[in-house]
């Protein structure tokens, strides 16, 4: 068998890697998105825009 044969193991995209480490900077600010926004180092409108592309208020 053939190594193309066997099961290829899930590797999360890199949207996917984005979104939960966005969603857990969030986490780890208590919800306090101006910080987790500084931390992330990105702008406050950004971070917003992203929360809502993932359905997250």
Not at 6 to 11: D, K, L, N
Request: proline letters at 4%.
């Amino acid at each position: 068998m053939s190594s193309t044969d066997q099961a290829t193991p899930h590797v999360p995209t890199l949207d996917e890697v984005v979104r939960e480490h966005i969603l857990h900077v969030v986490q780890l600010c208590g919800n306090h998105k101006t910080r987790a926004a500084q931390l992330l180092g990105i702008d406050r409108t950004t971070l917003w825009k992203k929360l809502r592309e993932y359905g997250v208020d």
